[in-house]
């Protein structure tokens, strides 16, 4: 799984993605509205685990989120999330509305 890594170490990446996905849905999309719902789904085929999470919140466009590496944004505190799940997947995939995060990882 995973181009080539281990099934224990690709579990616990999509783990990971899955749960910056959730917080993610949570506080930023549907704004902590405990009336709004969160889906999520998931695929597994011969060559890749796809797991899709969507709000049901405004969506944003991931293009704008700014680089959490940057020495001005070092320090603070909110803002890793789609970084981190980036670096944990094989893909990250985002609907038009920016509601909607598909994370894949391939399988060996």
């Known amino acids: ?6 099934p224990r170490a ?26 709004k719902r969160v889906d999520v789904s998931v695929v597994v085929t011969d060559t890749a685990v796809s797991v899709q999470v969507r709000d049901e919140g405004d969506g944003f466009d991931p293009s704008e989120i700014p680089d959490p590496t940057r020495p ?8 890793r999330g789609l970084f981190l799940i980036r670096q ?21």
């Open 10 to 35: 690709a579990r616990f990446r999509l783990r990971v993605a899955l749960c910056e996905a959730l917080s993610n849905a949570i506080v930023y999309g549907n704004r902590m509205d405990p009336a």
């Open 88 to 108: 944990l997947v094989d893909e990250v995939r985002f609907n038009e509305r920016g509601n909607s995060i598909c994370m894949i990882l391939h399988r060996a």
């Open 72 to 79: 001005d944004r070092l320090e603070m505190s909110e803002g």
């Open 1 to 6: 799984m995973a181009s080539g890594i281990p």
